[in-house]
């Protein structure tokens, strides 16, 4: 108990008036009926999302070095960014993973 005892807490419960919480054992954990339904999910929301320019799910940004110069490569994996960037003409020094592209 994060360096309490358990007296302190049970003198605590008392003078505040507080029930303490009763721990099921493993023996008498509580299981879910085998028939029983699980509760029914919220409806969906009724606000319209506008619509994106263009779909970035599962694209990653990759900072690649093209001698002298930095460019910012979009792909959805290394392999990819890294065929972008030899596309480009230049001699590619490194590739470096920025993250995901949040919509």
């Given at each position: 108990m994060a360096g309490v005892s358990e007296n302190a807490v049970r003198n605590y419960r008392k003078r505040h008036g507080l029930a303490a919480a009763s721990v099921p054992s493993p023996?008498?954990?509580?299981?879910?009926?085998?028939?029983?339904?699980?509760?029914?999910?919220?409806?969906?929301?009724?606000?319209?999302?506008?619509?994106?320019?263009?779909?970035?799910?599962?694209?990653?940004?990759?900072?690649?070095?093209l001698g002298d110069r930095t460019a910012i490569v979009v792909g959805t994996n290394l392999v990819e960014a890294a065929r972008k960037a030899v596309e480009s003409g230049s001699e590619v020094s490194s590739i470096e993973l920025l993250g995901d592209i949040l919509a």
């Open positions: 023996a008498k954990a509580v299981t879910k009926a085998p028939n029983a339904k699980a509760p029914k999910a919220a409806a969906p929301s009724a606000v319209a999302k506008a619509p994106a320019a263009q779909s970035v799910v599962g694209q990653r940004a990759y900072r690649v070095q």
